[in-house]
Nanobody
């Protein structure tokens, strides 16, 4: 069984930091894209960031550029989202996702078969 398990969410004040983790088991996503999405109440799901396992390239939504950093540890089949300078508008449920795509282009519009359960991030003002 393929599982993605997120951790690291929580409550933080504006300007603070959190690091989310997504640990995969049951399948190796080393060569494929590893993605973070988020969904705030009443809003559509938004692609936040993507890292390609094949060439290491990274993509970010404009709303998080310069504040969030995606990374991966292939030995652990785990990827991370370091979130700095958090803003109240970053409040959302964050989901990790992956599938057998090699590159991150159009990552936010693709279909993913593998999803984590979501972790709540709340940023207070």
């Amino acid at each position: 069984e393929v599982r993605l398990v997120e951790s690291g969410g929580g409550l933080v004040q504006a300007g603070g930091s959190l690091r989310l983790s997504c640990a995969a088991s049951g399948y190796s996503f080393t060569d494929y894209v590893k993605v973070w999405f988020r969904q705030a109440p009443g809003k559509e799901r938004e692609g936040v960031s993507c890292i390609s396992g094949s060439d290491g390239s990274t993509y970010y939504a404009d709303s998080v550029k310069g504040r969030f950093t995606i990374s991966s540890d292939n030995a652990k089949d785990t990827w991370y989202l370091q979130m700095n300078s958090l803003k109240p508008e970053d409040t959302a449920i964050y989901f990790c996702a992956s599938d057998t795509y090699y590159h991150c282009s159009d990552y936010a519009d693709r279909v993913y078969d593998y999803w984590g359960q979501g972790t709540q991030v709340t940023v207070s003002s």
